[in-house]
């Protein structure tokens, strides 16, 4: 059943089965506005490349600092997808949640800002595991 689904029973129950369901006004469509059942985690690459996966096979997920950056590896049942940026921790407690849509990597010329508003992902690498 689809989360945005809304029986015809509570529109009557509304008294007004003809008026449309509410647009949410969220912009964001990087992340889920709730928790759900079926989720996916779409990669976004600066050249256009998008690889999705769903978050059913995440096994587990790592957050660690090294050097000046951060790092995040994210072990799916068949893949690996490590994360280098700045300002990942909000990230890695997101998607412990299942929340992040999609994940978009920015090429390094652009990371100059010094006041970091949200996680700045530099570099994405997918890796598939070994049979």
């Given amino acids: 059943m689809s989360q945005g689904f809304k029986l ?3 529109q009557l ?19 889920y506005e709730s928790t ?17 996966i769903s978050y059913s096979y995440l096994v587990s997920g790592e957050f660690k600092l090294d050097d000046d950056k ?4 994210l072990s799916f049942s068949s893949h690996t997808i490590t994360l280098k940026g700045f300002g990942l921790q909000p990230l890695f407690m997101a998607l412990l949640d299942h929340l ?7 090429d390094a010329r652009y990371a100059l800002n010094d006041s970091l ?8 690498l997918v890796e598939k595991k070994a049979d």
């Fill in 8 to 10: 015809r029973y509570d």
């Fill in 13 to 31: 129950r509304e008294n007004d089965p003809t008026k449309a369901d509410a647009v949410s006004t969220t912009s964001n469509k990087d992340y």
């Fill in 36 to 52: 759900g059942n079926a989720r996916n985690l779409c990669l976004v690459w600066p050249n256009g490349r998008r690889v999705f």
């Fill in 70 to 73: 951060n790092v995040i590896t």
């Fill in 100 to 106: 992040p849509r999609m994940i978009m990597a920015v």
């Fill in 117 to 124: 508003k949200e996680a700045l992902v530099l570099d994405m």
